[in-house]
Structure formats: C-alpha cells, structure tokens
C-alpha cells in the first residue's frame, strides 16, 4: 500500500517521478532503527517483562521472547505449519497419534554451537520441573501427555505419548512449546536462576533467533539486533526498537513526529488519523483472539454466576453489532464461542450457518433471569434473595477502545437489569488479581489470543491453567478430551456447539486492527502476523536512514 501510495505521488509531476525510482531502485536496506510498541497489530501496548519463553505469561512478552528463541513450528493464520519459519523440518506420525518422528532443520545458536535435539529435550525437562507453576501447563496435554522424548541424533528425535491423540491438536498445541533452549549455555543453572534472570538482557547473549536483545528497561523500551549468526534471511535494520507508551493517543503523537514507524490506529482517534502525511494504513486480518468477559465461579459474592441463565441473559443482552459500529468503526467481528469466524477452517457447522445459542435479544435476557428467580428492583437492576444482579468489573486502564466499549455494555447490561460496577487498573496489576485469591475480584473485560489448534484443554478444562474463573463442567470435560483425543474436527464442533450454550466467559468479539506506518517502512502486513509471531526479516526501508 505505502508502494503504491508513492507511485501516485510520484506520478503527479516529471520532476519527481526520478527521484522516486531512485528510491524504490534502491537497495531495500538502510532502515536503521525500526521503532514500534509492543502489541503492535494485536492490542493495546504493554511493557515487555519476561524474555524466557518459560515463562511468558502475556502476549507481549511471548512476542519478545519468539523473537529469540523461535518456536520449532509456526502455524500461520491459515491453520496451516509453515515449513520455511519452523526449527523442524518435518513431523510425522506413523502410528496415526501415538508416535511423532521430528527432523530439525540444521540450524546454530548464535555462539556458533549446534541447535540440536539435545536442546528440545532439555526444555521438556525444564517445563516438567516447573510442573504446574509453568505458564503453558496443560495447552496441548502438555507437559503430561508425552510419556517420553527419545534424541535419535541432533537432528532427530521421536515423542512418545501416553496414549493415542488428534495428531493435528498435538502437533500444534503441544510439540509447538517444545521451543529448543541452549542446553550448553544454561543446564549450569537451576529452574529459580532462570526465573531471576528472566529480564536481563545480558543473560540472552546465546539465541538462535533472528535478532538479540541488547537493552530492556521497564516503563522506557526493549531495543534488539540482528543476529549476524541467524541461520534465516537477513535483516534490514540496524535496531528494532519496542517503545513502551502509555495512552492511546501517545503512539500517534510519536508516529506524526517520526518517533515511531508503526502505531496501532486507536479506534477512539479513527478520524485524527484519515489524512496524516507520510503515513499510510494497514488493516490487518482478525485477530485468532476474542474479547470477553471473564467471570469467577469461586467468589460467593456473585455466586450467580454458576447459574447458565444468567451467562447466557448477559450474552443476549450484549448487541455486538453496536459495538462493532459505534466503538470499533466497524472493525469489531461477532464472536459468539470459542471459535472466531475468520477464517473459518475450525468453525463449525451450525456457526457456519449462524445459528448460535446466544445472540442479541433483550426480552429473552429478561426471560431467562426471571426463570432463575429475578425480578426487577426499584432501579430496574434484577434481584433475588434480596441481593442485586450487579458485580465489579475490572478493565485495563489506558485503553480508550476498552473504556468505550465498556461504557457501551454498562447500558446494554442495565437494559436487561444487570448491573457492572467499573474498576480500571494497569494491565499486570489485572493478570495478577485474576491469577490470585478467589475473593479478590469477581468479573474482567479482557480479551485472549487462542492457540493455533482452537480446542478448550487450556481455557475450559477443569483446573485449565487459563481458566481463570475456575469455571468446571463434566461433559464439558468430556467434549473437550474427545476433541483433542479423536482424530478429525466432530469432537471440536461438539466442544464449540456446547461452549457457546454454556457461555463458560461471555463472549464479546473480535476485532480487525488497522495499524499505521511510515511510508519509509515497507513489508508491515508480512512481519505481522494475527496468530502473534513477528517477521522481522520482511521489514526493510526505501529512502534515507534514520
């Protein structure tokens, strides 16, 4: 887009027309310094605190991380592996599940020393030992499902599992977080030496990914360099900065006066942004994620919440098409269970054809609290037992999209006489009130980004180690155990079928992110990618360095 923005411009009068082809003749090097945020094409920003793929608990230091240590297969958005960005070469299963025979591609670390099979056992060893206490446990089946790993050579080796599964699941969900770790380089340190030096940047001399990390000051930036070892393509910048910002507008602030080459396009200054010079938009595919609303089955306080009438009253009473048009511009997707609709390999049937167990319809909401035994208050808000429908609501502060938004459900919700009471705090702060004691908080707007195999082992599963609200279910258990065990996609339409009738989270929606970028800046739609792995190598520059 920025290329063909620059023909037009080039083509207005002859004497322009040669310096342009100049540029574009040019060699595409000389970026310099690359400056985005963290979550550029994902999300509001946030500080990048963790660089140990061990232990990344969020997406942007799960962005930081994969940028030093890729993962052994990269899943793009198509659900489809692609060979040419993954560490193996080549997975297969020749008993149809139990069994996986995995080829590395040969590849370095950045000290010259092979990445080997050694180096993915050596990781699987580090995620058991942290057992529980691992960000990743139970995505997959991980770290329990594989009863062993057996080093053939350095580059192959053979997993084992403990009993037969969908092999597409396993090979996406849980061979993916085998991400190899240099083995020589670390095995001298213990499970808590690797966690106190998670955000050190001197620790991550030895990487194999594409760029090494040289600063990462919380609250300032992250600032990275090509890895001249890399085994991959060959980078066109000097520095990739991650500026850490705090606000909406401040990223665009920085974008106008050549500070940052890409922002995020905030929807709350959609129309600051139609007409700023040197700067052109990319709208980028939705997102393999879904907002919603996260709510705690163990706080008696709103022990409400365990009844599914009063899940699905929220749901219907949520009108995502407004949402979509009067906050995101209509950019926002409906998303109504556990599968996003774009693109839609996972979706299935019965959503494919729209019919959904919940969607926007007010009188139904009200009906379905009246079943559970509400009835309205003298303020129009539901009560039972004497106690009213109504419960804190945690969003993250700074995101001006999210505080729309919530203003928008506050009056959908008081409409069919629910009741949310807003508390804004920082983005950790949330994780962390969420992650700790059950009285500690009772509902969250947040939003989550889904792993490359959409099924519900990490989200929905008792005791998930992303289900958060400790939301338990036996058939949901069940659903989900034949999703991940049988082979083909019945089990995973069942699990999202019963999802969306049980509305384990209230589903809110998804959104397609338009992000801003200098016209100096070419190959942004590439090096983003809506399942969050960055291509660094596609980005590269026309005109002077900066």
Partial sequence: MGLRRRLIVCGLVLAALLPCLRAHAADPVGCGAIVVPPGIGIGPSEDITSLNPLFVDSIYNEQAAWLLYPELVWVNRFHRIDWSRSLASAITSPDGGRTYQVTLRPWHWSDGVRLGSGDVAYALGLIRQLGETWPGFGGGGMPGIIQSLKVTDATHFTVVLTHRANAEWFIYNGLSQLTPLPRHAWAKYSIDALEQR???????????????????????????????????????????????????????????????????????????????????????????????????????????????????????????????????HGQGIEVYGPVPPEPPDFLSPSMKAGHYPVGYDVAKARALLASAGFAPGPDGIMVKDGKKLSFEFLIQSGDTASELATNLLDAQLRAAGIEIKVREMEFNQLIARIDGPPEGWESAYIYMNLS???????????????????????????????????????GLYAYEDYTSAQQPVVFVGGQKITVLASDRLHGVKAFLDPVGQYAPEQLYCTGVER
């Fill in 198 to 328: 998670q955000s050190s940047p001197a620790f991550f001399d030895i990487v194999d990914g594409p760029v090494k990390i040289v600063k990462l000051v919380v609250g300032q930036d992250a600032v990275f360099v090509p890895n001249p070892a890399y085994n991959g393509p060959k980078m066109h910048f000097r520095r990739l900065v991650f500026r850490f910002l705090e606000g909406d507008g401040v990223g665009l602030q920085l974008l106008e006066s050549g500070d940052l080459d890409m922002a995020n396009l905030p929807f709350s200054l959609w129309g600051a942004a139609a007409h700023l010079p040197g700067i052109y938009k990319v709208v980028m595919a939705p997102q393999e994620n879904w907002y919603f609303i996260s709510i705690n089955f163990r706080n008696p306080a709103a022990a409400f919440f365990r009844d599914v009438r009063v899940r699905q009253a929220m749901a219907d009473a949520i009108n995502q098409l407004q949402l979509s048009a009067l906050v995101y």
């Fill in 452 to 490: 490359p195999y959409p099924s519900g082992e990490g989200l929905f599963r008792t005791g998930a180690f992303q289900n958060n609200g400790s939301y338990s279910d036996k058939k949901m258990d069940s659903l989900i155990d034949a999703s991940v065990n049988t082979p083909g996609l019945d």
